[in-house]
């Protein structure tokens, strides 16, 4: 099965379009795809912000004396759910949804928080999320093709899927953010502030992390796979060496005691961040020494390996994709 997505899943579907414009490799298991009726885990981070796990990207949410600020939507099925965990949390109305990114594990659920919600994000997200429809029906006919000449069923239902939804689906219908920004801007709830703050390409070209001041607790979004191999969306904007400088602008913004929700992977800290930030440097580095040995791509990609990292989430399946990424990006000098 292939999925769409950029970190966990096994939906496939799930909310029809913004999907990348890549297939990501097949999902590891992990505390994401629990059973329907225990997909969901909070954790209070203190300062009335709250990490919710369920399936996809890791949403925060914060607790205002009048509002309440979510990160991230997850998929369309479960939005209903997570509606509900914040609901068990607080009866205050859920003003403010933030979308660190387009993909579909990250704002899936936001048919369900438009209701209610205002839908904020850089101005990328949404021009992604509404060119979904033509890119699918561009791109997905010789996916699907393919598909099925692998017997990969699951993959041709998929891409059938997508591909229906993008014939007739009407650009008003998509649940864009209806207020989006080009570099950054604050959310105020309370005595509260949260701050947007639109990051230099990295898994994305829309990617946004947010600050919630007070707290200080940082939502990375999935410029942070703690643990866990990335998903680098060089289709979507993304970059490899933009990883680098993404992380080192966050990391100069915010104090070094600061608690991270990444976009997949257990909460953590500065040090979890930098651990993460090394990896991207080492097979950047191991990218740039093949460059300089006079090694080709093919030759790289054969012989390249950081077993260091082997105990990461997706290595067996995303690492190759990230080598292949560094080597185009690294410096041959
Ligand atoms: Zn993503």
Redesign the pocket.
């Given at each position: 099965m292939r999925k769409l997505?950029?970190?966990a899943a096994s939906f496939l579907l799930a909310a029809g379009g913004f999907a990348?414009s890549k297939p990501a490799p097949p999902p590891t298991p992990d505390h994401h795809e629990r059973k329907a009726e225990d997909i969901f885990t909070v954790k209070p981070l203190g300062g009335s912000v709250y990490a919710l796990f369920g399936r996809g990207?890791n949403i925060g949410f914060f607790v205002g004396p009048d509002a309440v600020v979510v990160v991230d939507s997850q998929f369309k099925d479960i939005a209903p759910g997570i509606v509900q965990q914040i609901r068990a949390v607080t009866d205050k109305p859920i003003k403010y949804l933030v979308n660190?990114?387009?993909?579909?594990?990250?704002v899936g659920g936001n048919e369900v928080f438009r209701e209610f919600a205002v839908i904020i994000a850089q101005d990328n997200v949404r021009k992604r999320m509404l060119a979904s429809p033509q890119d699918i029906l561009r791109d997905y006919p010789a996916r699907l093709e393919e598909a099925k000449k692998k017997g990969d069923a699951a993959g041709a239902k998929y891409y059938a899927e997508q591909i229906e939804w993008a014939g007739k689906v009407k650009v008003e219908e998509i649940a864009a953010p209806v207020l989006t920004f080009d570099s950054q801007l604050r959310i105020h709830v309370g005595g509260e502030t949260i701050g947007v703050w639109h990051t230099p390409p990295a898994?994305?070209d829309g990617d946004s992390v947010v600050y919630f001041e007070k707290a200080n607790v940082l939502h990375m979004?999935?410029v942070f796979f703690n643990q866990v191999v990335p998903?680098i969306?060089i289709e979507?904007g993304g970059s490899v060496l933009g990883y680098l400088s993404a992380i080192d602008a966050v990391i100069a913004r915010v104090p070094g005691n600061v608690t991270i929700i990444p976009?997949?992977g257990e909460v953590t800290d500065v040090a979890g961040l930098k651990a993460f930030r090394q990896y991207i440097a080492d097979i950047l580095s191991s990218a740039r020494a093949a460059k300089v040995a006079g090694k080709s791509k093919d030759e790289f990609l054969r012989t390249v390996d950081l077993p260091a990292y082997k105990g990461y989430r997706g290595y067996d399946t995303r690492f190759k994709d990230n080598a292949a990424a560094a080597y185009d990006e690294a410096p041959a000098k």
């Open positions: 997505m950029c970190g990348q990207g660190t990114h387009h993909h579909g594990d990250h898994h994305t979004g999935d998903f969306d979507g976009g997949h």
